[in-house]
């Protein structure tokens, strides 16, 4: 546990990030001192997409520095990344500097999200692996939560530090992290894999918090050498081609299918632009948008704490994705239908007059919000991370969450244009979506309580 906490600290830093840069964008005098005031929607989606454009690009890549310098030291990577990305940010010479910033720092955040749970999946034990790999969600979500805290009481400064302060934390924790990684050991798979098998044999010994003569950790380190030769007699080529070949084409189909379906649950839309959706919903006061938007950050946490503690390893990870997608479809609907009746446009601002629809397009948010920390982002992660084989999971994560980004991006791009387009269309497409995400898992196989080894002979 304590080895999968301190690697999931990296996903507080991805979450913390979600959560402060949609409060950061939203301030007056950070639009004032980066944005043309003409041109508010163009730069939002400029400075959330270029983020979003290297963090696929570093989930891409993320596949061959994962397997030629090793798991632990690519966290190391993409922490030390984050921190130069960030230190640009908070200078705030000029605009191009902060976009150099978020360039840099999504670069680091793409290889920190295959590279964690990539690396916590391998040294979990396959009983509790479910919930290793999820606190890298659990602690994204509650890394949102203290992003829009800090940016909450920072939108009270009368200065720069008002944009500058949640920064500023990042950027501290972001060290800590980096410190706290090189007391990690290695991935025994990967030490197994690069026939280092002392040290594999070792750092079992270690995880089990056993003898290495233990039977428990010689029946495990067994098997991962039987499936290792195993890989290693099917050939030797480790392309991304070999992923659509054979046995590994359906396990990346059902990974890319799971990485595509979470972005267009409507959870992106919901993330990024939370203050936004409840100003148009008629709370156009800023302190207003961001606590509102705090507050179901803080449900999330609690919802995605509860699915850790409980529901990933006993549900299933199948279940909860299937649940999720029922209520986020209910839940999208229901916002579309009451902006699309109730909603006003007065001098180019949306607003809901009527109390009661303001108050029910809260509690869908909030409810949505809850039920995918509860399953689609507690699953994802886990689920992806476990269907692929040791040969290839380095390379079929790298591709999976550089698809994954590549929906964001299109995503968090076109829907600041789509709300001034039709703010109801958005969520009648996001439920829509929703209900194709039952269908498509309806179909997938489950992988709860089964060894990685285990899950190798489905397919």
Not at 271 to 294: E, M, Q
Not at 356 to 361: D, G, K, L, P, S
Request: a neutral charge; glycine letters at 8%.
């Amino acid at each position: 546990y304590l080895y999968a906490a301190v690697a999931a600290v990296g996903g507080f830093l991805c979450g913390y990030d979600t959560g402060s840069i949609s409060g950061i964008i939203a301030l007056p005098i950070f639009q004032k001192l980066f944005f043309v005031k003409e041109s508010i929607a163009f730069y939002e989606s400029i400075l959330l997409a270029s983020f979003l454009i290297t963090s696929m690009v570093g989930a891409f890549v993320s596949g061959y520095f994962c397997d030629e310098i090793g798991r632990k030291n690519s966290i190391m990577f993409s922490s030390s990344l984050l921190s130069i990305g960030i230190m640009m940010e908070l200078s705030g010479f000029n605009t191009h500097i902060l976009l150099s910033g978020r360039l840099i720092a999504g670069l680091g955040t793409g290889l920190m999200t295959n590279a964690i749970p990539l690396y916590q999946s391998e040294i979990a034990p396959s009983d509790i692996r479910g919930r290793l790999v999820s606190m890298y969600t659990s602690l994204s979500s509650f890394g949102r939560l203290v992003g829009y805290i800090v940016i909450f009481y920072s939108s009270y400064f009368q200065s720069n530090w008002a944009w500058r302060t949640p920064w500023a934390v990042q950027l501290v924790l972001s060290i800590a992290f980096l410190a706290a990684c090189s007391l990690l050991p290695y991935s025994p798979r990967w030490l197994i894999s690069q026939k280092r098998d002392a040290e594999g044999l070792e750092v079992l010994g270690i995880i089990y918090d056993l003898p290495k003569d233990h039977r428990i950790v010689q029946d495990e380190y067994t098997k991962i050498v039987s499936q290792i030769e195993i890989e290693h007699r099917m050939g030797s080529d480790q392309t991304y081609a070999e992923l659509f070949r054979g046995s590994n084409l359906k396990r990346t189909l059902i990974a890319f299918f799971i990485s595509i379906a979470t972005c267009f649950t409507g959870n992106v839309a919901i993330s990024y632009f939370a203050p936004t959706i409840f100003k148009n919903a008629g709370l156009d006061d800023v302190s207003i948008s961001l606590a509102l938007t705090g507050g179901a950050s803080l449900l999330s946490f609690i919802a995605n704490m509860v699915s850790f503690k409980w529901w990933v390893d006993t549900w299933g990870r199948r279940s909860l994705f299937l649940i999720g997608s029922a209520i986020s479809s209910i839940c999208m609907f229901t916002v579309g239908i009451i902006f699309y009746t109730h909603a006003e446009v007065t001098n180019g601002e949306v607003a809901i007059p009527n109390a009661q629809a303001r108050y029910i397009v809260i509690l869908c948010i909030y409810l949505f919000s809850a039920s995918f920390a509860a399953t689609w982002e507690i699953c994802t992660y886990v689920y992806t991370a476990e269907v692929f084989s040791m040969k290839y999971r380095a390379k079929g994560l790298s591709l999976t969450y550089a698809i994954s980004w590549a929906g964001s991006i299109l995503i968090t791009y076109t829907i600041p244009y789509l709300l001034l387009y039709s703010i109801s269309g958005v969520y009648f497409f996001f439920g829509i979506c929703s209900i194709l995400n039952f269908i498509g898992v309806w179909f997938i196989p489950e992988t709860k309580g089964k060894s990685l080894e285990e899950i190798d002979a489905i397919f």
